[in-house]
Each structure stands twice: as C-alpha cells, then as structure tokens.
C-alpha cells in the first residue's frame, strides 16, 4: 500500500466500509472476520459520543471528552475526524494503530462516514472502498427503530443522514446490497477475493 504515510511491499490494505447506520455493516463484517479467510482487523475510531449499554472503551471506541478528541486532532493524531452527524459528536480514525497494524500485513478496516472516507482516500489512493446499503429506505428505518438504541431526536438525525449518505454510494469502488445478511457476506467476501 502506497501512501504518504507509508511504503513497503510487505504492507498489508486499508480497506473503507461506510453506509447508513443500520444498514448491518457491523453485521456483515463480523461474519466475514469470523469466516477467518482474511486477516482482518477492524480499527477502533474515537469518538465523543456517549458509550452505549454493553459498549467497552478501547473495543468499540475510545470514548473520549471533547477536549481531549480536540487536543490530539491539534496534534495531529488523527487520519480523519468529522462531526458525522450535524452539531453532534465527533469521531475519528487514530493514525497510528492503524498505521502500525498495515506495516504488519494486516487488513486494517475503516467503518467510517462517507466524508470520512473522502479524506482517507485522499491520502491512501489505493485503499479498497465499499458502501454497504440497505435494500430500501424504509427497511433501513424500520432496522433502527428495531435496534431502540436511539431516541427519537438522534433516529431523525441518523435518517436524515442515511439519506445523504446513500447519495454518496457511488464514490465507492464496490457496493454490497444486505437484504438477505448470508447474500451480502458471500458478496463482500467476494470482494475481498478479489481485491
Ligand atoms: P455510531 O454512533 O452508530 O457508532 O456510529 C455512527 C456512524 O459514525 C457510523 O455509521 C460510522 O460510519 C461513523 N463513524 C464511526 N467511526 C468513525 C470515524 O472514526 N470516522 C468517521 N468519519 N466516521 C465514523
């Protein structure tokens, strides 16, 4: 993998997954990584959201104040950081683990937005981007009300950000539709084949 943050033929790939939050990315990439055909490792984004029932610092995110996510963005530890949806909280992609998990083969996996993904493609060219969507709009809303991790205020955010993000499939290389999840496995499985 090429980039201004790295070179070497032993590198491993950087490989983008974005869409709609309830499309099942997380889903359909926790089958792939249990089928073990690749050796995948998913990055851990910070974030300043608050954690989640069930969520642990340091496996689902590094869960961070607001100013220290805005002291190490000074310091320029971050490959990307947005506010994913408008005025809320910030995430972003730590440099150097990911950094260090390419230099060691790994196939290091970015579950990030699209704008996000704007900003890493533009310093890695060559990394794999996929857009996982859902069939429709309306199973996508009927997904996140199902999940009732959201209040109502946070799902008309999220929606409204789905539907931007679905918008943007097409910067994409690859796009896996999760209608039926064993499908959209096979498919990014494929993919990952191939890529
Ligand atoms: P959630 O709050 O549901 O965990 O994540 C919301 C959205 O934030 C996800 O759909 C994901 O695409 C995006 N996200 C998670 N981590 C990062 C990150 O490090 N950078 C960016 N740009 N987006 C992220």
Redesign the pocket.
């Known amino acids: 993998m090429t980039s201004p943050h790295s070179a070497g033929a032993a590198d491993g790939k950087l490989i983008i997954?974005?869409?709609?939050?309830g499309?099942g990315?997380g889903t359909v990439l926790r089958r792939v990584r249990e089928e073990g055909l690749f050796p995948l490792v998913m990055?851990v984004?910070?974030?300043t959201?608050a954690k989640?029932p069930g969520?642990e610092d340091g496996v689902?995110?590094f869960f961070l104040t607001r100013e220290d996510f805005l002291a190490r963005r000074g310091r320029g530890e971050?490959l990307?950081?947005?506010e994913?949806?408008p005025g809320g909280?910030l995430?972003?992609?730590?440099a150097e683990p990911v950094m260090r998990q390419l230099k060691a083969g790994k196939w290091v996996v970015?579950?990030?937005?699209?704008?996000?993904?704007r900003?890493v493609r533009r310093s890695f060219p060559d990394a794999v981007s996929i857009f996982v969507q859902p069939p429709s709009f309306e199973v996508l809303e009927e997904r996140l009300r199902g999940r009732g991790?959201e209040s109502e205020e946070s799902l008309a955010k999220?929606l409204a950000?789905a539907k931007s993000?679905l918008a943007s499939a097409d910067e994409y290389k690859y796009r896996v539709v999760n209608d039926r999840l064993d499908d959209a496995v096979a498919d990014l499985t494929a993919i990952l084949k191939n890529c």
């Open positions: 997954v974005s869409g709609p939050s499309a990315k990055s984004s910070a974030t959201r989640r969520e689902d995110y971050f990307e950081s947005f994913v949806y909280a995430y972003g992609t730590l970015l579950e990030i937005d699209v704008k996000g993904a900003q991790t999220r950000q993000e």
